[in-house]
T-cell receptor, first 114, second 111 residues
Framework: DTAVSQTPKYLVTQMGNDKSIKCEQN?????MYWYKQDSKKFLKIMFS???????INETVPNRFSPKSPDKAHLNLHINSLELGDSAVYFC?????????????FGPGTRLTVL | GNSVTQMEGPVTLSEEAFLTINCTYT??????LFWYVQYPGEGLQLLLK?????DKGSNKGFEATYRKETTSFHLEKGSVQVSDSAVYFC??????????FGKGTTLSVSS
């Protein structure tokens, strides 16, 4: 019973393609996040949703579009993939938006764009 | 703006050595501070956290104390094991925001 799960774990695709990554949490949390980890292991927030409402939208190309069909799911769709999109994408969830709320991370999706 | 600075790695130690990984932060107000650990090929796991000044977080032999006067949250362990080899991230969080991470420190422990 994985707390935060992501599919797929690996994604290899060609430049120009469109792909989606799915995330689900069974912790009953209200808030979910997408982070990008680059090749140097640096982690940066991309988006956050609270109860299906977008609350954080960092400077990310509009080729990236998050969608939250319900508060347990947060998907990430990427259009017209570019080489620079290659990274590990992590989904996370937390009980709420409080400053002390712990975030729980999924196992990551390694995206490779050829 | 808010930011976290961690010591550059990699850190290479022998088993049973003492570990310190330095972390300092810049933030307006009073954030919570976290240490996360990432084992090879896995996601991030919370190691410990502290939510106010002078709080000490501890877990699995690791400790860190929230020092407001020095804006620091250094991670320590008295005796590291090979199984502690991983990447360690210091992070801060304020209400309504996401985690802001340091660049990560790779720890390699040999037997």
């Amino acid at each position: 019973d994985t707390a935060v799960s992501q599919t797929p774990k690996y994604l290899v695709t060609q430049m120009g393609n469109d792909k989606s990554i799915k995330c689900e949490q069974n912790l009953g949390h209200d808030t979910m996040y997408w982070y990008k980890q680059d090749s140097k292991k640096f982690l940066k927030i991309m988006f956050s949703y609270n109860n299906k409402e977008l609350i954080i939208n960092e400077t990310v190309p509009n080729r990236f579009s998050p969608k939250s069909p319900d508060k347990a799911h947060l998907n990430l769709h990427i259009n017209s993939l570019e080489l620079g999109d290659s990274a590990v994408y992590f989904c996370a969830s937390s009980p709420g938006q409080g400053f002390s709320d712990t975030q729980y991370f999924g196992p990551g999706t390694r995206l490779t764009v050829l | 703006g808010n930011s976290v600075t961690q010591m550059e790695g990699p850190v290479t130690l022998s088993e049973e050595a003492f570990l310190t990984i330095n972390c300092t932060y810049t933030a307006t107000g009073y954030p919570s501070l976290f240490w996360y650990v990432q084992y090879p090929g896995e996601g991030l796991q919370l190691l410990l956290k502290a939510t106010k000044a002078d709080d000490k977080g501890s877990n699995k032999g690791f400790e860190a104390t929230y020092r407001k006067e020095t804006t620091s949250f250094h991670l320590e362990k008295g005796s590291v094991q090979v199984s502690d080899s991983a990447v360690y991230f210091c992070a801060l969080k304020k209400a309504g925001t996401a985690l802001i991470f340091g660049k990560g420190t790779t720890l390699s422990v040999s037997s």
